[in-house]
């Protein structure tokens, strides 16, 4: 045995002596068989005994939660609540209450009250070993439940005792309290007194009554039965007692006593309030913290603080679900929820209804519970011009027909019926149905929407998740769309292949032929024939246009003349995965796999000048202690890195190839700017502003994205449309500079949505409500045109610079070195006619 071992060994058998000396005084056994029975024991349990290091190190188990960058809890995580609390913080009436309750003599034994457990030890031997409750100090109570097994066997209770003295010797009073306080299950997954508090009365220690601390106090005799939640009559019972335990020690007078006992107690759960709703971004937090740290991600106070904006997130959710019952309504009613057949009503004054009526009514409701906010009733009767209705949080609820006008009878998702005419005409009596209550219209007929959507939203500066939410509602299905959903989209995908052609050599006012085109698939021994959402054909039109446009045939021969290896190895630097890249000329119109979040981040490219940034939702992640274990470092989408002079800036000038006047990207410039990383660029600068000065068309008049710029009356967005095959998948992604985001509407079931559904009418709602928040406020922050781009003139009936002579001629943009040819000029017989430029004066033109 080590000298510590043998020192702790020794100095347990001293405080052994008055057990001793009692035993003696009592004589129910010879002193040498006592000793030898004692002393066995001790060294029987002493290894399996903690030491004082290891009392010392208590560790809580402490829940996961989940914050927004703003500070706004989204959630908690773990089977046991708690928030530990030092001792000088407990109110002393808490203390009182519990030493009153559980061990009077607390402050003056040394763990075991002799005369309690010599007590409890005969009451076993007369009770044939069978459970004797009580007998228990304070001390051996944190013993137990903190560093012992709850079984119940003399081993235990032995060990427990032994530990118990230990305990008080390496301790002092408070620490022992402290332990109790923050470690006692105390019902209702609470963990120590702050989340009973919490759970119990909504209040902080600080604010508890006498009632309260009473309340606490008792619940340790019976923590799941004695709990105000599970029986309000138990914890007032136990109460009294605490309350006149409290009153016989002194601690408190009859007034006080009388008073507390007057209190009502309450079945009401309380508890730390979630102040954000953002269920699928917390369940990517669990699963991460759970690859990170195992299990321990449930226990050890772990503190998650996520990249959302509390105020983006509600806007998001909002127009999610808004975007989607929309659709839903627009698509008529489907009927209700089951038809039941209802008890005798009997008679009844105006509205009331018979107790034992009201009592069924509950029960038959009780198999179709609120969902979303959307209330079960069910219908009593119904006529022409109204309805009674019994909704368990009204009662009897008469509904007219404004309430239902919108339900117009499903037929198909091309099709409804006629609009309703009457009441009676939705609703008949036994139908079990749902209702809403929406602002300023007060309560309507609902229904829970089939269709299902996906919205995301980041900062195209470094890739943060502002926003997400993955679908109509967590709680009924918890399939993330935002980011594990994989669909087509569309059109949407356009501006990748955009891109690509520009790379290529094509320009934004090159001529292409949008005309029937034939592609054979030797894998379906068929041939493809793309053509465009309009069914018609346009000829030649310019490159930009066919974007603004949508054209499905142009695009198709863009991508192959650019070529489909090159379009693939272009796309691919946007970090698109493979199930997004088709191997074939179907790429050019989205015929690949995505979701919303990884479209979301393709755009962001073009958001930001052509820096690929990588989305990430967390921002740093703290110990239950507060030290930070990890913050995030993303890498920033930074032009200014890359520019060979900065005159009065901060930052220093950067880095260039040897031998050439390039910039070269700055890849780590930690010992410049020590954290910053700078994202590896996609395309260039006047790629990336090319591509997303066309996508800004798109969203005014004659692009598909109109509505876009039409509801937010703004300047500065772009973005793209998307509608796939059959109308299965409708898309928007759009933009300004400070924001990116994606809105997906679409069945799980991957089922056409309608012949009148696409990204133009079904999907843009959803972004534009959201963007409407986003932007509040913000400034218009116009494209940053980089240098290398110059604007001309142009006819646009042929895309080359315009002669003097062009009638209708406009502006574009082109990057230098690709400006196309200048029409010729037309023959002039006035005053100077004898003057031509010749070819030297032309090649000295600044825009060639």
């Known amino acids: 045995m080590s000298e510590a071992r043998a020192y702790n060994a020794h100095s347990d058998m001293r405080s052994f002596a008055k057990i001793l000396l009692a035993l003696l005084v009592i004589g129910t056994a010879s002193v040498v068989t006592v000793v030898a029975v004692v002393i066995g024991a001790y060294y029987y349990v002493e290894p399996g005994l903690p030491q004082a290091e290891e009392l010392r190190d208590v560790r809580f188990q402490e829940p996961l939660r989940v914050y927004s960058r703003d500070g706004r809890l989204i959630q908690q995580f773990g089977t046991q609540k708690r928030t530990p609390v030092d001792y000088e913080n407990i109110p002393e009436i808490l203390i009182e209450a519990l030493v009153a309750a559980e061990d009077d003599r607390f402050f003056q034994h040394q763990g075991i009250d002799l005369l309690v457990t010599v007590r409890s030890v005969f009451n076993y031997l007369l009770s044939s070993g069978e459970r004797v409750p009580g007998g228990s100090t304070i001390t051996q109570q944190v013993a137990r439940e ?351 292949v955009y891109s690509a052609a520009l790379e290529d050599g094509f320009t934004t006012a090159r001529l292409v032929d949008d005309a029937p085109v034939a592609i054979p698939d030797p894998a379906l021994e068929a041939v493809w024939r793309p053509e465009n ?73 073009f958001a930001n000048g052509g820096f690929r940034v990588t989305p990430y939702f967390i921002d740093r992640i703290e110990d239950a202690a507060g030290s930070v274990l990890y913050r995030a470092r993303p890498a920033l989408a930074c032009s200014r890195c890359e520019q060979p002079e900065q005159p009065e800036q901060d930052v220093p000038a950067q880095k260039t190839v040897a031998g050439t006047e390039q910039p070269q990207l700055i890849d780590d410039v930690t010992d410049l700017y020590p954290g910053l990383r700078v994202a590896p660029r996609a395309i260039s600068p006047q790629n990336a502003y090319l591509v997303a000065d066309m996508l800004q068309d798109v969203v005014q008049p004659g692009g598909t994205g109109v509505a876009a710029s039409r509801e937010l009356g703004r300047a500065d967005i772009g973005g793209k449309t998307g509608t796939t095959n059959d109308n299965r998948d409708a898309w928007f992604a759009g933009f300004n500079r400070d924001i990116v985001a994606s809105a997906w509407v679409g069945f799980d079931q991957d089922r056409p949505l309608g012949a009148r559904e696409q990204g133009g009418v079904t999907a843009i709602p959803m972004w534009t409500s959201f963007m409407k928040t986003a932007l509040e406020g913000v400034p218009e922050r116009p494209l940053e045109e980089p240098p290398g781009i110059v604007e001309v003139r142009i006819n646009p009936r042929t895309g080359l610079v315009a002669s003097s002579a062009t009638a209708n001629s406009i502006f574009e943009k082109f990057r230098i070195g690709h400006v196309p040819e200048r029409e010729p000029e037309p023959a002039y017989s006035g005053p100077g006619s004898e003057y031509r430029p010749n070819e030297t004066e032309r090649a000295q033109d600044p825009l060639f």
């Not at 009613?333 to 089951?338: E, H, K, L, S, W």
């Not at 039109?541 to 863009?558: C, D, G, Y």
């Open 146 to 496: 903190y560093f012992l097994s709850r079984d119940y066997s003399v081993g235990r209770k032995v060990k427990e005792l032994f530990l118990a003295l230990r305990i008080e010797r390496e301790l002092s009073k408070e620490e022992i309290l402290e332990l109790f306080f923050n470690t006692f299950f105390l019902g209702q997954n609470s963990y120590g007194v702050v989340a009973a508090a919490h759970t119990y009365f909504g209040k902080e220690l600080h604010e508890l009554n006498l009632s309260d601390a009473a309340i606490l106090a008792g619940i340790p005799q019976g923590p799941s039965i004695m709990n105000p939640i599970y029986s309000p009559d138990n914890a007032k019972m136990r109460r009294s007692y605490v309350l006149r335990r409290m009153r016989e020690l002194g601690y408190i007078s009859q007034a006080e006593h009388d008073e507390a006992l007057a209190v009502p107690v309450r079945a009401e759960r309380h508890g730390l309030q979630m102040e954000l709703d953002a269920p699928y971004v917390a369940e990517m937090v669990r699963a991460e913290m759970v690859r990170r740290f195992g299990d321990a991600a449930y226990t050890a106070g772990f503190k998650v603080t996520t990249t959302l904006d509390s105020r983006l997130q509600v806007a998001a959710d909002k127009a999610l679900r808004d975007t989607v019952v929309s659709y839903d309504r627009r698509h008529g009613y489907r009927g209700p929820v089951a038809r039941v057949e209802l008890p005798e009503l009997g008679a009844a004054e105006g509205d009331s209804l018979a107790p034992d009526v009201v009592e069924r009514l509950h029960e038959l409701l009780a198999d179709y519970p609120r969902l979303v906010g959307l209330e079960t009733g069910v219908v009593l009767a119904s006529g022409e011009e109204e309805a009674r209705v019994f909704l368990p949080s009204r009662g009897v609820t008469k509904v007219d027909l404004d309430v239902v006008a919108w339900a117009a009878p499903y037929i198909n998702d091309n099709a409804v019926g006629r609009r309703p005419q009457t009441v009676a005409d939705v609703l008949e009596p036994g139908d079990v149905v749902r209702f809403t209550e929406q602002e300023n219209l007060g309560l309507r007929l609902a229904q829970l929407p089939d269709v299902q959507g996906g919205f995301v939203a980041l900062d195209p500066q470094d890739g943060a998740i502002v926003a997400l939410s993955g679908g109509f509602d967590f709680y009924l299905n918890s399939f993330n769309r935002a980011v594990q959903a994989r669909r087509q989209p569309g059109s949407a995908f356009k501006p990748f």
């Open 533 to 605: 959402y309009t069914n018609r054909f346009y000829g030649q039109i310019r490159f930009r246009e066919a974007l603004v446009k949508s054209l499905n045939a142009a695009t198709v021969r863009i991508i192959l003349e650019a070529g489909v290896p090159d379009t693939i190895r272009h796309v691919r630097r946007f970090g698109f995965e493979d199930s997004a890249v088709p191997r074939n000329a179907a790429l050019a119109l989205g015929a690949g796999n995505l979701s919303p979040l990884s479209l979301t981040a393709g755009y962001a490219v």
